[in-house]
């Protein structure tokens, strides 16, 4: 057999492929790191709109809000069109909503003008870069037996945007303003349509050309969708199924913990009595823990079933919430609170996707799993809302933290009945 200098076989077509598919989720991941890093910024944002605009912080945060509902239900929406006609297309679109949001939102002067820059045209900007559209994508270019830690890598790319932003959002307005750190955000934005170029092409043609594995990851025998299933057909099978339903409330309150927090941890850290720092502070931290996070979960979701990774990450979260409730409120609480949640922040994702394709394959994950974000982002709704009535009426969030703790109890409960086959026997050369 002909060798390489270094004396090892030539790279197979195959091989030549997946590594491409590899450098097709770094690109996923960039993508991710900046339109996730503009969305979980902006609560450092909601004090120097409402001295700018007078609006109040109930309404600031009730455009927030509707950003989070806007930016789930545009999910599955672009996630079938990304499983239509490609991901490329989609991805450019949502630069463009994106930047512009952000360079609107530094204009506007009434409730109505902050709902349409920062409810829709930034959110619906930011969910055509998002999970749904680029797991899908990368989903149907990636070994079975890989998908998992393609998610997580493509995941610890969204948190790293997190870590990278707020205190970069920080610095530019305490130097120039918050109008300067609005307009860097829209000239990011931009940088993500050039990247689409790598992630082209349809959904069909990627499928054909992925290397396949068997993989404790793949889906059980008659769970993925048979050739020539249409996207009509697939939504009633997984409508029909109670584990699918069981992701969508695990998920629900995945999307109010995180909204909540990432819109109200700024004024939090305020009541406090702590300056602005711990806060951006306390958000890079929550995105560099999930950077590790991701990446460890991914990994696990090759070892150990998917419904229990999420189980006790929901449950960690439960203990967090509760020791933050009786620990003094100084800025090493909130770091080792951030350090705490970061752990599992976004890293319910991996899992969730991954449980997605399981049960039913990845022609329309795009969809499928669009669906379930679009239940996460009806919890962020509610998380992001009610936190600003609670501190306009009552003037703390005590009782926002007690819901939030009861709320992952129950979403670590409900993901125990979701039927996920048993991983089989790994073998001695899947192990070496």
Known sequence: MERTRDGAPPATGARMKARGAWGLVLVAAAILMVTMGARQSLGLFMSPLN?????????????????????????????????????????????ALLAAGCALTTQVTSEWGLIVAVGLLSAAGAGAGSFSILIGATAQRIPANRRSVAGGVINAGGSMGQFIFAPLNQAVMTAFGWVSAMWMMAVLALSTAPMAWWLRGTPRAAAAATPQAPSATAAPAGAAAPAGTTLREQLRQALRNKSYWCLHAGFFTCGFHIAFLVTHMPGEVDLCGLSANVASTSLAIIGLANVAGSLVVGALGERVRMKMILFWMYLSRVVAILLYLAAPKEPATFYIFALALGATW?????????????????RYLATLF????????????????????????????????????????????VNLPIRE????????????
Do not use: N
Request: net charge positive.
């Open 370 to 413: 669009g669906l379930t974000l679009l239940s996460h982002q009806v919890g962020g709704f509610l998380g992001a809302w009610l936190g600003g009535i609670a501190i306009t009426t009552t003037g703390s969030y005590e009782w926002m933290w007690w819901a939030d703790a009861v709320l992952a109890l129950l979403a670590a409960l």
């Open 51 to 95: 001295s700018a605009t007078g609006l109040g912080i109930a309404k600031i945060s009730l455009a927030m809000a509707i950003g989070q509902l806007v930016w789930g239900a545009v999910q599955p929406v672009f996630g079938a069109v990304a499983d239509r006609w490609g991901p490329g297309r989609v991805i450019v679109i949502g630069a």
């Open 346 to 362: 976004l890293a319910t994702v991996p899992p969730t996707a991954g449980l997605t394709a399981k049960l039913f394959g990845t």
């Open 421 to 432: 086959a048993r991983l089989p026997a790994r073998t001695a050369a899947a192990a070496a």
